[in-house]
Protein backbone atom coordinates (compact mmCIF):
# COMPACT_ATOMS: atom_id res chain seq x y z
CA UNK A 1 0.00 0.00 0.00
CA UNK A 2 1.64 3.59 -0.74
CA UNK A 3 -0.49 6.99 -0.92
CA UNK A 4 0.36 10.17 -2.80
CA UNK A 5 -0.36 14.10 -2.94
CA UNK A 6 -0.99 15.99 -5.10
CA UNK A 7 -2.71 19.50 -5.98
CA UNK A 8 -4.61 20.97 -8.54
CA UNK A 9 -4.63 24.52 -8.75
CA UNK A 10 -7.64 26.71 -11.04
CA UNK A 11 -5.76 30.46 -11.54
CA UNK A 12 -8.46 32.01 -12.60
CA UNK A 13 -12.03 31.24 -12.12
CA UNK A 14 -15.57 32.73 -13.52
CA UNK A 15 -18.43 32.41 -11.59
CA UNK A 16 -20.59 28.86 -11.56
CA UNK A 17 -19.61 25.27 -12.20
CA UNK A 18 -15.78 24.19 -13.34
CA UNK A 19 -15.33 20.92 -15.31
CA UNK A 20 -12.16 19.61 -13.80
CA UNK A 21 -12.68 16.20 -13.84
CA UNK A 22 -9.86 15.09 -16.93
CA UNK A 23 -7.65 17.23 -14.76
CA UNK A 24 -8.34 15.14 -11.53
CA UNK A 25 -8.21 11.63 -13.77
CA UNK A 26 -4.93 12.61 -15.65
CA UNK A 27 -2.87 13.22 -12.25
CA UNK A 28 -4.87 10.18 -10.64
CA UNK A 29 -3.46 8.10 -13.94
CA UNK A 30 -0.08 10.00 -13.20
CA UNK A 31 0.04 8.24 -9.88
CA UNK A 32 -0.10 4.40 -11.72
CA UNK A 33 -2.03 2.71 -8.95
CA UNK A 34 -4.74 0.28 -10.07
CA UNK A 35 -6.74 0.66 -6.71
CA UNK A 36 -7.32 2.84 -3.78
CA UNK A 37 -9.63 5.70 -2.60
CA UNK A 38 -9.31 9.73 -4.00
CA UNK A 39 -10.08 11.91 -1.76
CA UNK A 40 -10.35 16.07 -3.16
CA UNK A 41 -10.36 18.63 -0.70
CA UNK A 42 -11.13 22.52 -1.56
CA UNK A 43 -8.68 24.81 0.41
CA UNK A 44 -11.49 27.75 0.26
CA UNK A 45 -14.86 28.66 2.09
CA UNK A 46 -16.09 30.30 -1.10
CA UNK A 47 -15.52 27.93 -3.36
CA UNK A 48 -16.81 24.13 -3.32
CA UNK A 49 -16.69 21.08 -5.20
CA UNK A 50 -19.45 18.45 -6.18
CA UNK A 51 -20.15 15.84 -8.92
CA UNK A 52 -22.80 16.51 -11.49
CA UNK A 53 -24.47 15.76 -14.84
CA UNK A 54 -21.58 16.09 -17.29
CA UNK A 55 -23.92 16.01 -20.35
CA UNK A 56 -26.13 19.11 -20.47
CA UNK A 57 -25.12 22.54 -20.30
CA UNK A 58 -28.74 23.06 -19.56
CA UNK A 59 -28.34 21.01 -16.49
CA UNK A 60 -25.54 23.08 -15.30
CA UNK A 61 -27.60 26.30 -16.01
CA UNK A 62 -30.28 25.26 -13.51
CA UNK A 63 -27.93 24.14 -11.24
CA UNK A 64 -26.37 27.33 -10.77
CA UNK A 65 -29.63 28.90 -10.76
CA UNK A 66 -30.68 26.45 -7.56
CA UNK A 67 -27.70 26.95 -5.53
CA UNK A 68 -28.54 31.18 -5.82
CA UNK A 69 -32.30 30.17 -4.95
CA UNK A 70 -31.26 28.18 -2.11
CA UNK A 71 -28.61 30.76 -0.94
CA UNK A 72 -29.24 34.24 -2.44
CA UNK A 73 -28.07 37.52 -2.36
CA UNK A 74 -29.91 39.53 0.21
CA UNK A 75 -29.60 42.73 2.50
CA UNK A 76 -30.33 40.52 5.19
CA UNK A 77 -26.54 39.30 5.86
CA UNK A 78 -24.93 41.00 9.05
CA UNK A 79 -21.32 39.87 7.16
CA UNK A 80 -20.82 41.82 3.92
CA UNK A 81 -16.87 42.77 4.41
CA UNK A 82 -16.60 41.79 0.75
CA UNK A 83 -19.62 42.53 -0.84
CA UNK A 84 -22.87 41.38 -1.61
CA UNK A 85 -21.87 38.07 -2.72
CA UNK A 86 -19.50 37.69 0.31
CA UNK A 87 -21.41 35.74 2.88
CA UNK A 88 -23.95 33.74 -0.48
CA UNK A 89 -20.66 32.61 -1.76
CA UNK A 90 -19.86 30.75 1.98
CA UNK A 91 -23.29 29.52 2.57
CA UNK A 92 -23.42 27.75 -0.81
CA UNK A 93 -19.65 26.13 -0.40
CA UNK A 94 -21.53 24.83 2.77
CA UNK A 95 -24.35 23.33 0.59
CA UNK A 96 -22.16 21.73 -1.44
CA UNK A 97 -19.30 20.89 0.25
CA UNK A 98 -15.49 21.21 0.06
CA UNK A 99 -14.38 17.81 -0.28
CA UNK A 100 -14.98 14.75 -2.46
CA UNK A 101 -14.11 10.70 -2.12
CA UNK A 102 -13.90 8.78 -4.63
CA UNK A 103 -12.63 4.94 -5.35
CA UNK A 104 -10.55 3.86 -8.00
CA UNK A 105 -10.84 0.36 -9.30
CA UNK A 106 -8.98 -1.26 -12.17
CA UNK A 107 -7.55 1.96 -13.14
CA UNK A 108 -10.26 3.97 -12.68
CA UNK A 109 -12.41 5.86 -10.86
CA UNK A 110 -15.65 4.87 -9.93
CA UNK A 111 -17.70 7.85 -11.64
CA UNK A 112 -20.55 6.85 -13.10
CA UNK A 113 -20.90 7.53 -17.06
CA UNK A 114 -22.89 10.91 -16.36
CA UNK A 115 -20.76 11.90 -13.25
CA UNK A 116 -18.60 15.17 -13.79
CA UNK A 117 -16.22 16.58 -11.25
CA UNK A 118 -16.97 20.51 -10.61
CA UNK A 119 -14.57 22.92 -8.48
CA UNK A 120 -17.66 25.57 -7.95
CA UNK A 121 -16.99 29.25 -7.92
CA UNK A 122 -19.42 31.48 -5.47
CA UNK A 123 -17.75 34.44 -5.65
CA UNK A 124 -18.56 36.98 -8.57
CA UNK A 125 -14.51 37.89 -9.52
CA UNK A 126 -11.84 35.51 -10.86
CA UNK A 127 -9.67 33.95 -7.91
CA UNK A 128 -6.92 30.93 -7.83
CA UNK A 129 -8.61 27.98 -6.46
CA UNK A 130 -6.54 24.78 -4.70
CA UNK A 131 -7.60 21.59 -4.72
CA UNK A 132 -5.51 19.68 -2.64
CA UNK A 133 -5.66 15.53 -3.80
CA UNK A 134 -4.36 12.26 -1.58
CA UNK A 135 -4.76 9.01 -3.09
CA UNK A 136 -4.03 6.04 -1.72
CA UNK A 137 -3.98 1.99 -2.87
CA UNK A 138 -1.92 0.05 -4.91
CA UNK B 1 -2.63 -2.77 5.68
CA UNK B 2 -4.69 -3.78 2.73
CA UNK B 3 -7.92 -2.82 0.48
CA UNK B 4 -11.27 -4.37 -0.55
CA UNK B 5 -13.36 -2.97 -3.48
CA UNK B 6 -17.08 -4.31 -3.95
CA UNK B 7 -20.61 -2.87 -4.92
CA UNK B 8 -24.00 -2.98 -3.91
CA UNK B 9 -26.98 -2.85 -6.31
CA UNK B 10 -30.56 -1.43 -5.91
CA UNK B 11 -32.02 -2.91 -8.47
CA UNK B 12 -35.90 -2.01 -8.83
CA UNK B 13 -36.46 1.68 -6.91
CA UNK B 14 -38.84 3.23 -5.50
CA UNK B 15 -38.84 7.13 -5.03
CA UNK B 16 -37.62 8.10 -1.76
CA UNK B 17 -35.77 6.64 0.93
CA UNK B 18 -34.50 3.08 0.77
CA UNK B 19 -32.42 1.76 3.60
CA UNK B 20 -29.23 -0.31 2.89
CA UNK B 21 -27.57 -0.04 6.40
CA UNK B 22 -27.63 -4.13 6.56
CA UNK B 23 -26.30 -4.91 3.61
CA UNK B 24 -23.63 -2.86 3.99
CA UNK B 25 -22.58 -4.38 7.17
CA UNK B 26 -23.12 -7.58 5.49
CA UNK B 27 -20.57 -6.81 2.92
CA UNK B 28 -17.74 -4.92 5.37
CA UNK B 29 -17.98 -8.12 7.63
CA UNK B 30 -17.65 -10.16 4.88
CA UNK B 31 -13.82 -8.56 4.30
CA UNK B 32 -12.84 -9.52 7.43
CA UNK B 33 -11.29 -6.59 8.96
CA UNK B 34 -11.31 -5.04 12.24
CA UNK B 35 -10.15 -1.40 11.76
CA UNK B 36 -10.05 1.13 8.71
CA UNK B 37 -12.48 3.28 6.68
CA UNK B 38 -15.76 2.46 4.59
CA UNK B 39 -16.14 4.66 1.43
CA UNK B 40 -19.56 4.19 -0.30
CA UNK B 41 -20.12 5.81 -3.89
CA UNK B 42 -23.30 6.51 -5.55
CA UNK B 43 -22.66 6.13 -9.31
CA UNK B 44 -25.40 8.19 -10.51
CA UNK B 45 -26.44 12.23 -10.89
CA UNK B 46 -30.24 11.53 -9.90
CA UNK B 47 -29.84 9.07 -6.70
CA UNK B 48 -27.73 9.68 -3.64
CA UNK B 49 -26.61 8.50 -0.42
CA UNK B 50 -27.37 10.15 3.17
CA UNK B 51 -27.05 9.19 6.63
CA UNK B 52 -30.63 9.67 8.65
CA UNK B 53 -32.41 8.46 12.02
CA UNK B 54 -33.07 4.76 11.47
CA UNK B 55 -36.33 4.68 13.81
CA UNK B 56 -38.90 6.75 12.96
CA UNK B 57 -41.58 6.12 9.84
CA UNK B 58 -42.49 9.59 10.30
CA UNK B 59 -38.81 11.33 10.17
CA UNK B 60 -38.24 9.45 6.69
CA UNK B 61 -41.41 10.91 5.18
CA UNK B 62 -40.78 14.70 6.81
CA UNK B 63 -37.23 14.56 5.42
CA UNK B 64 -38.45 13.26 2.13
CA UNK B 65 -41.09 15.94 1.84
CA UNK B 66 -38.49 18.85 2.53
CA UNK B 67 -35.83 17.29 -0.19
CA UNK B 68 -39.02 18.01 -2.09
CA UNK B 69 -39.28 21.51 -1.21
CA UNK B 70 -35.88 22.55 -1.31
CA UNK B 71 -35.80 21.19 -4.64
CA UNK B 72 -39.50 21.22 -6.02
CA UNK B 73 -40.68 20.19 -9.22
CA UNK B 74 -41.25 23.44 -11.34
CA UNK B 75 -41.72 24.81 -14.70
CA UNK B 76 -38.92 27.01 -13.87
CA UNK B 77 -36.06 24.07 -15.00
CA UNK B 78 -34.38 24.95 -18.61
CA UNK B 79 -33.05 21.14 -18.41
CA UNK B 80 -36.33 18.86 -18.36
CA UNK B 81 -35.26 16.38 -21.03
CA UNK B 82 -36.75 13.13 -19.14
CA UNK B 83 -39.49 14.84 -17.66
CA UNK B 84 -40.91 17.15 -15.05
CA UNK B 85 -38.95 15.20 -11.94
CA UNK B 86 -35.72 14.91 -14.14
CA UNK B 87 -33.75 18.64 -13.51
CA UNK B 88 -35.09 18.33 -9.87
CA UNK B 89 -33.64 14.74 -9.44
CA UNK B 90 -30.05 16.14 -10.09
CA UNK B 91 -30.62 19.29 -7.55
CA UNK B 92 -32.03 16.83 -4.96
CA UNK B 93 -28.82 14.60 -5.26
CA UNK B 94 -26.35 17.81 -4.75
CA UNK B 95 -28.23 18.43 -1.50
CA UNK B 96 -27.63 15.40 -0.45
CA UNK B 97 -24.62 13.59 -1.96
CA UNK B 98 -23.42 10.73 -3.51
CA UNK B 99 -20.71 9.42 -1.61
CA UNK B 100 -20.03 8.90 2.21
CA UNK B 101 -17.07 7.65 4.68
CA UNK B 102 -17.88 5.63 7.66
CA UNK B 103 -14.76 4.56 9.74
CA UNK B 104 -14.97 1.02 10.86
CA UNK B 105 -13.41 0.24 14.86
CA UNK B 106 -13.14 -2.71 16.73
CA UNK B 107 -14.62 -5.04 13.35
CA UNK B 108 -18.54 -2.70 13.40
CA UNK B 109 -18.90 0.52 11.35
CA UNK B 110 -19.17 3.48 13.99
CA UNK B 111 -22.78 4.71 13.05
CA UNK B 112 -24.20 5.80 16.13
CA UNK B 113 -27.21 3.95 17.79
CA UNK B 114 -30.01 5.97 15.73
CA UNK B 115 -27.68 6.71 11.93
CA UNK B 116 -29.03 4.13 8.75
CA UNK B 117 -27.07 4.39 6.01
CA UNK B 118 -29.34 5.25 2.95
CA UNK B 119 -29.57 5.33 -0.90
CA UNK B 120 -32.23 8.24 -2.20
CA UNK B 121 -33.94 7.50 -5.12
CA UNK B 122 -35.14 10.85 -6.49
CA UNK B 123 -36.92 9.80 -10.19
CA UNK B 124 -40.54 8.77 -9.98
CA UNK B 125 -39.75 5.24 -12.07
CA UNK B 126 -37.66 2.32 -10.94
CA UNK B 127 -33.99 2.29 -11.77
CA UNK B 128 -31.31 0.45 -11.14
CA UNK B 129 -28.50 1.81 -8.88
CA UNK B 130 -24.99 0.62 -8.19
CA UNK B 131 -23.44 1.85 -5.36
CA UNK B 132 -19.66 1.35 -4.93
CA UNK B 133 -17.76 0.53 -2.03
CA UNK B 134 -14.26 0.49 -1.14
CA UNK B 135 -12.71 -0.10 2.39
CA UNK B 136 -8.85 -0.03 3.82
CA UNK B 137 -7.74 -1.07 7.20
CA UNK B 138 -6.58 -4.08 8.99
CA UNK C 1 1.15 2.75 6.00
CA UNK C 2 -0.78 2.63 9.39
CA UNK C 3 -3.65 3.90 11.12
CA UNK C 4 -5.19 5.28 14.22
CA UNK C 5 -8.52 5.30 15.72
CA UNK C 6 -9.84 8.20 18.17
CA UNK C 7 -12.86 10.26 18.95
CA UNK C 8 -13.78 13.52 20.44
CA UNK C 9 -16.22 14.41 22.97
CA UNK C 10 -17.95 17.57 23.17
CA UNK C 11 -19.77 17.37 26.69
CA UNK C 12 -21.91 19.77 27.04
CA UNK C 13 -23.27 21.60 23.87
CA UNK C 14 -25.06 24.50 22.69
CA UNK C 15 -27.02 24.91 20.17
CA UNK C 16 -25.17 26.63 16.72
CA UNK C 17 -21.28 26.38 15.39
CA UNK C 18 -19.17 25.05 17.90
CA UNK C 19 -15.03 24.78 16.21
CA UNK C 20 -13.02 22.02 17.40
CA UNK C 21 -10.28 22.55 15.11
CA UNK C 22 -7.72 22.31 17.82
CA UNK C 23 -8.94 19.34 19.43
CA UNK C 24 -8.89 18.19 15.83
CA UNK C 25 -5.26 19.57 15.09
CA UNK C 26 -4.08 18.34 18.13
CA UNK C 27 -5.34 14.64 18.01
CA UNK C 28 -3.63 14.10 14.62
CA UNK C 29 -0.34 15.96 15.59
CA UNK C 30 -0.23 13.05 18.90
CA UNK C 31 -0.50 10.45 15.82
CA UNK C 32 2.77 11.39 14.43
CA UNK C 33 2.05 11.07 10.88
CA UNK C 34 3.29 13.40 8.01
CA UNK C 35 1.37 12.45 5.13
CA UNK C 36 -2.16 10.41 5.16
CA UNK C 37 -5.54 10.89 5.45
CA UNK C 38 -8.15 11.85 8.12
CA UNK C 39 -12.06 11.21 8.52
CA UNK C 40 -14.20 12.91 10.89
CA UNK C 41 -17.82 11.34 11.25
CA UNK C 42 -20.45 12.52 13.62
CA UNK C 43 -22.69 9.77 15.58
CA UNK C 44 -25.93 11.81 15.71
CA UNK C 45 -28.59 12.67 13.14
CA UNK C 46 -29.07 15.87 15.46
CA UNK C 47 -25.41 17.11 14.92
CA UNK C 48 -23.33 17.65 11.78
CA UNK C 49 -20.35 18.44 10.98
CA UNK C 50 -19.04 21.72 8.58
CA UNK C 51 -15.62 23.17 7.01
CA UNK C 52 -16.25 27.31 7.27
CA UNK C 53 -14.75 30.59 7.90
CA UNK C 54 -13.26 30.88 10.94
CA UNK C 55 -12.34 34.62 11.27
CA UNK C 56 -15.71 36.37 11.45
CA UNK C 57 -18.43 36.04 14.20
CA UNK C 58 -20.64 37.31 11.86
CA UNK C 59 -19.92 34.97 9.02
CA UNK C 60 -21.21 31.78 11.79
CA UNK C 61 -24.43 33.93 13.21
CA UNK C 62 -25.37 34.64 9.15
CA UNK C 63 -24.49 30.92 8.76
CA UNK C 64 -26.35 29.86 11.46
CA UNK C 65 -29.52 31.80 10.53
CA UNK C 66 -29.60 30.42 7.27
CA UNK C 67 -29.55 27.02 8.12
CA UNK C 68 -32.74 27.68 10.50
CA UNK C 69 -34.30 28.89 7.24
CA UNK C 70 -33.37 26.55 4.59
CA UNK C 71 -34.74 23.58 7.73
CA UNK C 72 -37.12 26.04 10.03
CA UNK C 73 -38.96 25.10 12.90
CA UNK C 74 -42.73 24.77 11.79
CA UNK C 75 -45.86 22.93 12.56
CA UNK C 76 -45.93 20.83 9.04
CA UNK C 77 -43.45 17.82 10.89
CA UNK C 78 -45.20 14.50 11.33
CA UNK C 79 -42.39 13.92 13.85
CA UNK C 80 -42.20 15.74 16.76
CA UNK C 81 -41.95 13.30 19.50
CA UNK C 82 -38.83 15.27 21.19
CA UNK C 83 -40.02 18.71 20.48
CA UNK C 84 -40.80 21.50 18.01
CA UNK C 85 -36.58 21.40 17.42
CA UNK C 86 -36.70 17.72 16.68
CA UNK C 87 -37.36 17.32 13.29
CA UNK C 88 -35.57 20.59 12.09
CA UNK C 89 -32.32 19.59 13.65
CA UNK C 90 -32.82 16.38 11.54
CA UNK C 91 -32.89 18.03 8.06
CA UNK C 92 -29.84 20.39 9.25
CA UNK C 93 -27.52 17.34 9.51
CA UNK C 94 -28.57 16.21 6.61
CA UNK C 95 -28.17 19.73 5.15
CA UNK C 96 -24.32 20.08 6.19
CA UNK C 97 -23.67 16.63 6.29
CA UNK C 98 -22.01 14.13 9.22
CA UNK C 99 -18.48 13.17 7.77
CA UNK C 100 -15.09 15.18 6.66
CA UNK C 101 -12.41 13.83 4.73
CA UNK C 102 -8.73 16.26 4.83
CA UNK C 103 -5.77 14.88 3.76
CA UNK C 104 -2.71 15.32 5.92
CA UNK C 105 0.19 16.90 4.23
CA UNK C 106 4.06 17.80 5.46
CA UNK C 107 2.29 17.02 8.78
CA UNK C 108 -0.29 19.62 8.59
CA UNK C 109 -3.76 19.27 7.49
CA UNK C 110 -4.46 20.79 4.29
CA UNK C 111 -6.97 23.19 5.67
CA UNK C 112 -7.16 27.03 4.11
CA UNK C 113 -6.02 29.65 5.71
CA UNK C 114 -9.41 30.24 6.57
CA UNK C 115 -11.08 27.27 7.37
CA UNK C 116 -12.19 25.98 10.44
CA UNK C 117 -13.62 22.67 11.42
CA UNK C 118 -17.29 22.78 13.20
CA UNK C 119 -19.56 20.78 15.31
CA UNK C 120 -22.93 21.85 14.36
CA UNK C 121 -25.32 21.22 17.28
CA UNK C 122 -28.90 21.40 15.90
CA UNK C 123 -30.92 21.28 19.15
CA UNK C 124 -31.45 23.49 21.68
CA UNK C 125 -30.82 21.34 25.22
CA UNK C 126 -26.85 20.53 25.68
CA UNK C 127 -26.33 17.23 24.37
CA UNK C 128 -23.02 15.13 24.56
CA UNK C 129 -22.14 14.49 20.77
CA UNK C 130 -19.07 12.01 19.94
CA UNK C 131 -17.08 12.63 16.39
CA UNK C 132 -15.10 9.33 15.50
CA UNK C 133 -11.46 10.44 13.78
CA UNK C 134 -9.43 7.91 11.61
CA UNK C 135 -6.29 8.58 10.68
CA UNK C 136 -4.60 6.64 7.86
CA UNK C 137 -0.70 7.72 6.95
CA UNK C 138 2.70 7.25 7.79
Same mark, same amino acid.
Given at each position: MRQAGGEIVVADTRPGLIEITDRVAAWVAG???? *?GLLTLFCRHTSASLLIQENAAPAARRDLEAWIARVAPESD???? *?DEGPDDMPAHLRAVLTGVHLSIPLAGGRL????WQGIYLCEHRRRPHRRTIALHLIGE
Open positions: QGMR *DAYEH *DVLGT
